[in-house]
């Protein structure tokens, strides 16, 4: 069974930095490209970063230059690093599989990491 476990997420101030990570299991992670959606109150999710299984990336325009996708094929587990973190960044986080497109290759979902930009 796919699963997806989250974490890394907290409080910090604007401007501040966060490292999520989520690790996935029962699926051979290596051949899937990787999706970090965000959802935010009353909002469907929305893609943030995405990388293919051969390491190339894509961002939302409202976070390029500032968060970087990595994965680990070693680990099965994918990273957001986060820096110059904004109040509109706040929301849960989840990762999942992605199709080329960015779009959720299926429906399966981890618990969501909460990330939280206040003064």
């Known amino acids: 069974q796919v699963q997806f476990v989250e974490s890394g997420g907290g409080l910090v101030q604007p401007g501040e930095s966060l490292r999520l990570s989520c690790a996935a299991s029962g699926m051979m992670f290596r051949i899937y490209a990787m999706g970090w959606y965000r959802q935010t109150p009353g909002n469907q999710r929305e893609l943030v970063a995405q990388i293919t299984s051969s390491g190339t990336t894509n961002y939302a325009e409202s976070v390029k230059g500032r968060f970087t996708i990595a994965r680990d094929n070693a680990k099965n587990t994918v990273y957001l690093q986060m820096n110059s973190l904004k109040p509109e960044d706040a929301g849960v986080y989840y990762c999942?599989?992605?199709?080329?497109?960015?779009?959720?290759?299926?429906?399966?979902w981890g618990q969501g990491t909460q990330v939280t930009v206040s003064s």
């Open positions: 999942t599989k992605v199709r080329l497109d960015g779009a959720p290759l299926d429906d399966y």
